[in-house]
Nanobody, 124 residues
Framework: LQLVESGGGLVQPGESLTLSCAAS????????IAWFRQTPHNAREGVSC???????YYTNSVKGRFTISRDNAKNTAYLQLNDLRPEDTGVYYC???????????????????RGQGTQVTVSS
């Protein structure tokens, strides 16, 4: 299973981006998917996750601004980032794991597979 992220870039505060996480090699239908970010200070944070059954969690700092979704037909997950702030800057990477129950996912780094990440920079 391989994951490839795309969609990052340099934006101004208040702008939006849509990140994609495309999987190959295996179907994600039964996998939980999560987005993490690594800040310029090397802190790692779980941003959002979606279970195979569609249960969703967000870290508090992005609630109301970010939206996670998945398209199993395209074997792809997305993270819509709205109202971006400078503190959202970081490398965003997706991760996936089949071990979670269909109603659960986690924001800790316990996933078997992860991508290389895509850079998001928010600056005026």
């Amino acid at each position: 299973l391989q994951l490839v992220e795309s969609g990052g870039g340099l934006v101004q505060p208040g702008e939006s981006l849509t990140l994609s996480c495309a999987a190959s090699g295996e179907s994600l239908d039964d996998y939980a998917i999560a987005w993490f970010r690594q800040t310029p200070h090397n802190a790692r944070e779980g941003v959002s996750c979606i279970s195979s059954g569609g249960t969703i969690y967000y870290t508090n700092s992005v609630k109301g601004r970010f939206t996670i979704s998945r398209d199993n037909a395209k074997n792809t997950a997305y993270l819509q980032l709205n109202d971006l702030r400078p503190e959202d800057t970081g490398v965003y990477y997706c991760a996936t794991d089949p071990a979670y129950d269909e109603h659960y996912c986690g924001l800790v780094e316990s996933y078997d597979y992860r991508g290389q990440g895509t850079q998001v920079t928010v600056s005026s």
